[in-house]
T-cell receptor, first 119, second 118 residues
Framework: AQTVTQSQPEMSVQEAETVTLSCTYDTSESDYYLFWYKQPPSRQMILVIRQEAYKQQNATENRFSVNFQKAAKSFSLKISDSQLGDAAMYFCAYRSAGAGEGGSEKLVFGKGTKLTVNP | GAVVSQHPSWVICKSGTSVKIECRSLDFQATTMFWYRQFPKQSLMLMATSNEGSKATYEQGVEKDKFLINHASLTLSTLTVTSAHPEDSSFYIC????WGRGGQETQYFGPGTRLLVL
């Protein structure tokens, strides 16, 4: 079974600075997807970024980027120019590639990292 | 992005009663929805996978007779907590799967339902 590990229960960053959240995973599969989800105090889960394992290029979404190291099974999230609204729990998640449309695979979540942004 | 709603957002009930939580995909059809449970300061725990037109698939350790799931249409899945007890108090979250271009699958989450059983 796949596992996802987030080794940093809590992190803090100064507003406008950069922070990196760590995530490692364990799998024997070669094709899969990785995600970062954000859960603010409202508890609404919001997709931040996704990465397909077959793509070598790291995904980016505005101030959010990932460092995907497939051989090391590492998937870290970098938040640049941190804003107060970035404060939240961040969850790393893994999903098998599955059988395609019609067969959805479940997400495996890490335990989360609580990010505090200091003004 | 796609919108998923849950109703109710808050529910307080007496021990022994049943509670129904609805999960709706508002602007897309979802053949698959997932139900999660989240305890305070913890991660999401998958309870079951809900497939339209078929029986739900439950994760190990989740009582199917306790947590009844019905995926009645392509936009609605319901979770019924039967004979609720205080230990069932938790935050319940659903997600709905949307397929994008090139077979890209993404889960969009509802806002969650907080259940308190007295």
């Amino acid at each position: 079974a796949q596992t996802v590990t987030q080794s940093q229960p809590e992190m803090s960053v100064q507003e406008a600075e950069t922070v990196t959240l760590s995530c490692t995973y364990d799998t024997s599969e070669s094709d899969y997807y990785l995600f970062w989800y954000k859960q603010p105090p409202s508890r609404q889960m919001i997709l931040v970024i996704r990465q397909e394992a077959y793509k070598q290029q790291n995904a980016t979404e505005n101030r959010f980027s990932v460092n995907f190291q497939k051989a090391a099974k590492s998937f870290s999230l970098k938040i640049s120019d941190s804003q107060l609204g970035d404060a939240a729990m961040y969850f790393c998640a893994y999903r098998s590639a599955g059988a395609g449309e019609g067969g959805s695979e479940k997400l495996v979540f890490g335990k989360g990292t609580k990010l505090t942004v200091n003004p | 992005g796609a919108v998923v709603s849950q109703h109710p957002s808050w529910v307080i009930c007496k021990s022994g009663t049943s509670v129904k939580i609805e999960c709706r995909s508002l602007d897309f059809q979802a053949t698959t929805m997932f139900w999660y449970r989240q305890f305070p300061k913890q991660s999401l725990m998958l309870m079951a996978t809900s497939n339209e037109g078929s029986k739900a698939t439950y994760e190990q350790g989740v009582e199917k007779d306790k947590f009844l799931i019905n995926h009645a249409s392509l936009t609605l899945s319901t979770l019924t907590v039967t004979s609720a007890h205080p230990e069932d108090s938790s935050f319940y979250i659903c997600s709905a799967v949307i397929w994008g271009r090139g077979g890209q699958e993404t889960q969009y989450f509802g806002p969650g339902t907080r259940l308190l059983v007295l």
